[in-house]
Each structure stands twice: as C-alpha cells, then as structure tokens.
C-alpha cells in the first residue's frame, strides 16, 4: 500500500489521518490531510521550500508538534505547502515542506485550520505493517 492521506468526521472540526510505509511517511501524509483542509493541493505548485524542525521524545506530541508547526510557517510565512519530506531519527524531526505565498485568487482557500488538537491524536503501526498518523483539526 504506498502513502495515503483521508478525512474523517468528528463533530464540528475535522480528523485527519496519513497512512505511510514508515511513521515519517504517516507523518508526510497527514500534513499533506491537514493543508487539504485549507485548498485543494493541486491549486499549490510548490516552487518555494522551508524547513521544519521539531523534538519530542513521545511519537504523538511530536506529531502534534509538527503539525502545529507546518500551521505556524502557514500563518508566519502567509504560504500554503503541496509538499512535504519528513526525516525522524530518535526523538528528532527534520522536515521540508514545498509551497507557494498564499494567492487568494490561485489557490482559493477553503478554511483556516488554527491547530492541532491532542483529540484523536494516534501514531501506531496498523497490522499490515505500514505506519498511521492522526489527530483532529480545529477549524
């Protein structure tokens, strides 16, 4: 199964979850859910890059604090990401994440994702061997 990304329902904000080969796939793909939220990612081509990085030695606090961090560079920066390239070695992620300065009329955002919630927050390997990532947004 290769990476993928969905939503799902939760009152009246919304669940993210990526799916990966690895925990730093399932990481790359629930960041890719979360912009989903905001514009659909093809609208975003992707010409500039900025990196992330974040520290937690608990699996879920450091998804949590890279998804809290993408959204901070989201609203610092006024870019939307289409991309993201995930590294995670030990308690450390490195990240890169691939996006354009926010074009109202281009990219035609749909809502604003605030943060990351602790609700729902999960990372564990599924049976089949691949890695899931997920948490709900507030919207």
């Known amino acids: 199964m290769s990476g993928h990304w969905e939503h799902y329902e939760h009152q009246a904000d919304i669940g993210i979850r990526g799916v990966g080969g690895t925990q730093a796939e399932a990481f790359e793909q629930v960041a890719l859910a979360m912009m989903a939220v905001m514009v659909e990612p093809g609208r975003v081509k992707g010409g500039d890059v900025i990196e992330i990085r974040c520290c937690d030695p608990d699996p879920e606090m450091l998804l949590a604090d890279w998804l809290n961090a993408v959204l901070c ?21 490195r990240g890169r994440a691939w996006g354009d300065r926010i074009d109202s009329g281009q990219h035609q955002p749909v809502v604003e994702v605030k943060g990351a919630s602790y609700c729902g927050l999960r990372v564990r390997t599924l049976e089949d061997g691949n890695w899931m990532a997920q948490c709900v947004v507030d919207v």
């Open 73 to 93: 560079e989201v609203s610092a920066r006024k870019m939307l990401f289409s991309r993201f390239q995930v590294v995670i070695e030990g308690n450390v992620l």
